[in-house]
């Protein structure tokens, strides 16, 4: 990512913030903690509720064995979850964005998510580690035999 320029967008933002949480994330090593501890129902958020809740998210469908396909569906669905927040800044920044209309998906990822930021996720995934799996179990402990206990414990 060196050498790259922030695009109007925000997307270079957002994908160094995404990729900075997918290393080393201690708040990431605790929730899959409490999850194979039972330790549920189980509440994680962030602020804005979309970026780390997204990513969290994110991963803990990747660890059940869901699809790259779901996983990217369920992270776009947060802009229908949000859809009024997308378009009260919208409408907040509409003399902005007329003047320059590529400022538009900047304020519709401020507020919502971008659709690209799923698939970042997961190609950043698997391009340090080679897989999901590698990268379960390098950063959270996941053995394969604890991927499989995870998922006994909540998809059966």
Do not use: Q, W
Request: aromatic letters at 8%; proline letters at 4%.
């Amino acid at each position: 990512m060196k050498g790259r320029k922030e695009n109007p967008d925000g997307s270079f933002f957002v994908e160094t913030m995404y990729e900075r949480m997918l290393f080393g994330n201690k708040a990431f090593k605790e929730l899959f903690r409490a999850l194979e501890a039972g330790e549920t129902p189980i509440l994680f958020h962030c602020s804005a509720g979309k970026d780390r809740t997204g990513v969290a998210a994110m991963l803990i469908l990747l660890a059940l064995g869901a699809s790259d396909e779901t996983i990217c569906a369920d992270y776009e669905r947060t802009n229908l979850c949000r859809k009024a927040e997308i378009e009260a800044r919208l409408a907040a920044h509409a003399d902005e964005i007329a003047r320059d209309p590529r400022r538009e998906n900047f304020h519709r990822s401020a507020a919502g998510v971008s659709p690209e930021a799923a698939p970042f996720v997961l190609h950043t995934i698997r391009a340090k580690y080679g897989s999901a799996e590698n990268y379960l179990e390098a950063e959270y402990g996941l053995t394969p035999a604890r991927l499989m206990r995870l998922r006994r414990m909540y998809l059966e």
